[in-house]
């Protein structure tokens, strides 16, 4: 479950936040990257978000809605929702372990 | 903008660059973004995610390439056998011959039936219906032409390679390995169809024989992952 993101590469991090962020519902670019820096508390450039945007809908983790005027909403697939509930408990599984280690070492 | 936006291949502008170019006015990018994009711009033409050079850039399926080339390996070595030892039949050592050519031909129906399966069952979002029951005759027309299928298994394999290498270009391989896979199937079917006719006194049909493991290497050798793509509105 977690290649379809290995495999992206350097494109990884923003993916899972963009997946995150389309976790609650369609948006399209200008939200996906508001919601990014929001949650992220970093900058995600345009380049990125679209390398990242293209890579996902490829994979089919993602998929695109009918325009809103020039505004092309996304939103998460079945995969995309499946593939991000693996990479989250992946990482919660992986701060449970350093967090308990870090205890053991005080 | 339209500068920027000009830095990215035309594929990836007539997929996202309207709404690229709205998010731009919505937001003016600062310096930090202008490289963004221009990083952005580079990597859309290094490896590209849409339009034709996509499926070039595509990852490889090696599970599925390994076996169609294992498989066009051994079909290649049943018609080379095969061809090379016709005759005089009575002889042990050419009907020794002869049945390493059968085992082959054997083996390599069944792996590249096994790889049109895996094919079928996990693309078939991506070849339809059509290029997976194209897959499934193709493969079942090789296993039972090796026992005694006949005119039957041959027309399974012609019709099935058809529908399947129609299905596949573009979508999992290039498109010269789709029609060299076609060209020949059709040929080895008529070499068939030739020696049948002249009740196998005339063997020389059967020298196009000799093309059809190749073509199935190079079917396996260009295998890839199929994209994943919607149409764009």
Redesign the interface.
């Known amino acids: 479950m977690t290649e379809p993101l290995g ?1 992206i590469g350097r494109f990884a991090e923003p993916s899972l936040f963009i997946l995150a962020s389309l976790s609650e519902g369609p948006k ?3 939200a996906i ?1 508001a919601d990014v820096e929001a949650i992220s508390g970093g ?1 995600l ?7 990242a ?3 996902l ?4 983790l993602i ?2 809605l ?2 809103e ?4 909403p996304y939103r998460l697939t079945g995969l995309g929702a499946s593939v991000l509930r693996a990479q989250l408990q992946g990482l919660s599984d992986f701060a449970k372990t350093g967090l308990e280690r870090l205890g053991d070492a005080r | 903008m339209s500068s920027l936006l000009r830095l990215y291949p035309a594929a ?1 502008r007539a ?2 660059g ?7 006015a ?2 003016a ?1 600062s310096f ?2 202008r ?7 580079v ?2 033409r290094l490896r590209p ?2 339009g034709q050079d ?1 499926h070039a850039h595509a ?1 490889r399926d090696r599970s599925a390439s390994v076996l169609v080339v294992v498989g066009g390996t051994l079909l290649t070595a049943w018609s080379v056998i095969g061809v090379l030892f016709v005759g005089p039949w009575e002889d042990p050592a050419v009907q020794r011959m002869l049945s390493a050519s059968y085992a082959s031909g054997l083996a390599g129906s069944v792996l590249v039936a096994a790889a049109l399966l895996l094919i079928a069952s996990r693309y078939d979002w991506s070849i339809g219906a059509a290029g997976a029951v194209g897959g499934v005759l193709t493969g079942s027309g090789l296993v039972f032409s090796s026992f005694g299928g006949g005119g039957v298994a041959l027309l399974m394999i012609l019709g099935g390679t058809v529908m399947l290498a129609w299905r596949l270009r573009g979508r999992l391989v290039g498109t010269v390995p789709a029609l060299v896979l076609t060209v020949t199937t059709m040929l080895v079917v008529a070499a068939f169809l030739a020696v049948a006719a002249n009740s196998w006194t005339d063997l020389t049909p059967f020298y196009l024989v000799l093309a059809y493991g190749p073509a199935w290497m190079l079917v396996g050798l260009d295998l890839r992952a199929p ?4 149409a764009v ?1």
């Open positions: 495999e399209h670019g200008y990257m900058h450039g345009p380049g990125t978000l679209y390398a945007l293209a890579r809908e490829r994979r089919g998929e695109a009918e325009p005027e020039r505004r092309r | 990836w997929r996202y309207e709404e690229f170019a709205e998010l731009l919505a937001r990018p930090r973004d490289l963004d994009i221009i990083a952005g711009a990597d859309a995610q849409v996509a990852p994209v994943r793509q919607l509105a």
